[in-house]
């Protein structure tokens, strides 16, 4: 019987520094079955080791429409995250995943899209935004709105001229104070941003991700703009350690969020017990 707790082999074949503490991997699996067989869902996640000093839960960044690899992108926070900054291009890693349920992009389709990020929560978000604009026929329109503490702290901005040009209306945000004087995007919190600008909630699901504050500020305003709360979606990606539903660290009331998650909708989330 497979020891669930083995990873699999990958290689690091390329390093993005998005910011002084948070990095991008692209990994390859060593043995080449599991690279041309390997798939995924956008917004699920994996466990990540660093051989040495542990493994670490992280999304999958990328999207399963580009084949023959995976990326994470992680925040330098701890032991097994500061050793996996430390490793560097030829370095192996090892990977256990994919695991959890996915962002429902089958009922999404036809339907016009927001997709709302904030800080690193825009990570989980990018596998679904790229798998979005590969099959762009099949969505309405799609606005993605992110936000970060400052310019610095943006991610992925060798990308956001892309998202724009494969029909994507990109609006983007520093918090009061995070601004540049060559800024040219908007100064305000994700949510005071998204009701400035207006999210039309007719034909339309919410994709959110970001930092707990945000998330509750964010449902508010959601709220507020009518959209109903089947169609909020967002991932809590706090909490979980195995990844399989044995430690029990994830559990939260009569949920999982390694099994029954990460991909929630506000509905669910708001029968959780508060404490969460």
Known sequence: MPNVYAPLLAEIKEIVQETPDTRTYRLEFSDEGIREKFTFE???????????EGESTFCIASSPTRKGFIECTFKEVGRVTGGLSR??????????????????????KGKNLHIIGGGIGIAPLRSLIWFVLDNRKDYGDVTILYGARSVGDLLYKREFDEWAKSGAKLILTVDPGGETPDWKGKVGFVPTVMEEVGLDPKDA????????????????????????PDKVITTLENRMKCGIGKCGRCNVGAKYVCL???????????ELPPDF
């Open 205 to 228: 699901f919410v994709v959110t991700c970001g930092p707990p504050i945000m998330i509750k500020f964010a449902f508010q305003s959601f709220s507020k703009m009518g959209f109903a």
């Open 42 to 52: 956008p917004g699920q996640f994996g466990e990540y080791s660093a051989y040495g």
């Open 87 to 108: 490793r560097n291009t030829g370095d192996p890693v090892g990977f256990r995943g994919p695991y959890g349920n996915h962002f429902p992009y089958e009922i999404m």
């Open 260 to 270: 029954d998650g990460p991909v929630f909708n506000q509905a669910e989330i708001d």
